[in-house]
């Protein structure tokens, strides 16, 4: 059971907007510490997607976006593409624990 | 910019100890600007993160593995690694190390940082 919760799984059609949802408490999110998200390709390594709540690293395409409010983070992906199929954590930190969290990731599928 | 990748063996025995060792290229492992870390996938399952340090040596675990785990830094090799000892079949995962970068920092401590980048990931598998 992971401290920040997500939906297992996501889908949706080419072109359309899809939103993931991670879930806290007032030990993590609620507590004001950031959210960061990344997305992990099939065979490959994690990547960062956001960082900062809303903030995309230099070569991450603006159909990404990231936001938060209380206990809760979100990522958008607009414009859906083939190429988005791939598993997506966000991670936090929890006061705790004393530590790093992730949530439990979202399998993303393209129809 | 930094490049990280990991190297041990694939494969550990039940109760032995787990080594891997991550080697920093393109950037100095002594920076002020980074800590160091440990995350695992399982197969299946999710993200979890094991251990951070920073170059001074301070270490921050997972509570759940603190007990078997030990993360050190080697400053002359521009390498971190991890040891997790006790292992079982629970602890198969794809090991992955990657460059923390800091947030918001107060009192010595850091928060809200993020992991980036990341070594490919290695599979160690534990079985006798």
């Known amino acids: 059971q992971s401290v920040l919760t997500q939906p297992p799984s996501l889908s949706g059609a080419p072109g359309q907007r899809v939103t993931i949802s991670c879930t806290g408490s007032?030990?993590?999110?609620?507590?004001?510490?950031?959210v960061h998200w990344y997305q992990q390709l099939p065979g490959t390594a994690p990547k960062l997607l956001i960082y900062?709540?809303?903030n995309r690293p230099s070569g991450v395409r603006d159909r990404f976006s990231g936001s938060k409010s209380g206990t809760s983070a979100s990522l958008a992906i607009t414009g859906l593409q083939a190429e988005d199929e791939a598993d997506y954590y966000c991670?936090?930190?929890?006061?705790?624990?004393?530590?790093?969290?992730f949530g439990g990731g979202t399998k993303l599928s393209v129809l | 910019q930094l490049q990280l990748q990991e190297s041990g063996p694939g494969l550990v025995k039940p109760s032995e100890t787990l080594s891997l060792t991550c080697t920093v290229s393109g950037g100095s492992i002594s920076s002020s600007n980074y800590y160091w870390g440990w995350i695992r996938r399982p197969p299946g399952k999710g993200l979890e993160w094991i251990g951070t340090?920073?170059?001074?040596?301070?270490?921050y675990y997972n509570p759940s593995l603190k007990s078997r785990v030990t993360i050190s830094v080697d400053t002359s090799k521009n390498q971190f690694s991890l040891k997790l000892s006790s292992v079982t079949a629970a602890d198969t995962a794809v090991y992955y190390c990657?460059?923390?970068?800091?947030?918001?920092?107060?009192?010595?401590?850091?928060?809200?940082?993020?992991?980036?980048?990341w070594g490919q990931g290695t599979l160690v598998t534990v079985s006798s």
């Open positions: 900062g709540n809303s």
């Open positions: 990657a460059s923390v970068v800091l947030g918001y920092c107060t009192g010595g401590v850091c928060y809200n940082n993020w992991f980036d980048p």
């Open positions: 340090i920073y170059y001074s040596g301070s270490t």
């Open positions: 991670q936090s930190y929890d006061s705790s624990l004393s530590g790093v969290v």
């Open positions: 007032s030990s993590n999110i609620g507590a004001g510490y950031d």
